[in-house]
């Protein structure tokens, strides 16, 4: 009943059997949403004119309206990026972007789930969530993995 009422059409809680299908439809779904919350969405196979990722990339940004809405807020603070890795079989890469709020918790403000381990996408990363918010970012303090592709 609550499946015919929310018009939701999964079975067994996905969308399809097939991972890559399922996020794609769940992307679609989003990208059809009143704001959209996928800034960027590059498949394996796809090319993007925009940016120089290869054919068997994958990348998905994701920043919904409050997060934007917090990273605007707070990110003139402290701005911290986190990278998770080894969480799934397909080798993902999870990033986090946080901005630390007025009770000092930190507060993601956007996410990237990419193949790619370097700075280019991490460059990407940050170029699609400025053009989202403009200039209005500046923070005082920036924290990162201790690695060089954030830098």
Same mark, same amino acid.
């Given at each position: /009943?609550?499946?015919?009422?929310? #018009?939701?059409?999964?079975?067994? %809680?996905?969308?399809? #059997?097939? +991972? ?5 439809? $769940? ?12 800034? !960027?969405?590059?498949?394996?196979? +796809?090319?993007?004119?925009? &940016?120089?990722?290869?054919?068997? +990339? =994958? $990348? !998905? ?45 930190? =507060?993601?403000?956007?996410? /990237? ?20 918010? %403009? ?6 303090? &920036?924290?990162?993995?201790?690695? %060089?592709?954030?830098?």
């Amino acid at each position: /009943m609550l499946k015919r009422s929310f #018009k939701i059409d999964m079975q067994e %809680g996905v969308r399809n #059997k097939d +991972d890559a299908t399922s996020v794609h439809l $769940c992307i679609e779904e989003l990208q059809r949403s009143e704001f959209n919350s996928v800034l !960027l969405y590059k498949r394996e196979g +796809d090319i993007l004119e925009s &940016f120089p990722l290869e054919e068997n +990339d =994958f $990348c !998905l940004i994701i920043m919904s309206q409050y997060q934007q809405h917090m990273l605007v807020k707070y990110g003139n603070n402290i701005i911290a990026v986190d990278g998770t890795y080894g969480l799934n079989n397909y080798d993902f890469k999870l990033t986090t972007l946080m901005v630390v709020d007025n009770f000092n918790e930190g =507060f993601p403000g956007a996410f /990237m789930f990419t193949n790619r381990k370097d700075t280019l996408i991490h460059q990407i990363f940050f170029e699609v969530i400025e053009s989202k918010v %403009g200039n209005k970012i500046s923070p005082n303090i &920036f924290m990162s993995d201790i690695t %060089g592709v954030f830098y």
